[in-house]
């Protein structure tokens, strides 16, 4: 289900030029009304329902539907952000309310490496992924269907 905003809730980022939705959607659905300085999702249908917009509210305006098996009618999941995590609140049908908390990525802007610090020029050809066998702990690996261990 799309995101999308309290109006009651929403102060459009204090006026700023852009909200924290707005930063933050990977699809570029969320805009600003300048007319009543509130969010909206301009395309509802788009949405990829990631939750990004709900985690960064800072006003908690955002919400996502959820969906019958995942948030039963009368069950909420709500994130609350802090600097260095998230807080879900999970609250029951039954009206049971459980609470978990992950922290986030604390990577400064535009300094988060793709590959993970992982040798990108493997060869295209070999039946490893480029990570393997590193990232499993090994020093070489079985190529298939035989008994040879590659490195």
């Known amino acids: ?35 009543t300085m509130k969010a909206y999702n301009q395309e509802p249908d788009q949405c990829w329902e990631c939750q990004c917009c709900v985690k960064i509210c800072a006003q908690q305006a955002m919400d996502v539907r959820g969906y019958a098996d995942f948030i039963p009618l009368g069950a909420s999941v709500v994130p609350l952000r802090s600097s260095d995590s998230i807080m879900w609140t999970i609250k029951f049908r039954n009206g049971q309310i459980k609470r978990f908390k992950f922290p986030i990525r604390t990577t400064p802007e535009g300094k988060a490496e793709p590959a993970g610090g992982w040798d990108t020029k493997a060869n295209i050809d070999d039946f490893t992924l480029f990570t393997e066998p590193a990232s499993l702990g090994l020093e070489t690996v079985a190529a298939p269907g035989t008994k040879t261990w590659k490195k």
């Open 1 to 35: 289900m799309p995101s999308f905003v309290n109006p009651e809730k929403c102060d459009g980022c204090k006026a700023l030029d852009k909200t924290a939705c707005q930063y933050v959607c990977p699809n570029d659905l969320m805009v600003l009304n300048k007319d």
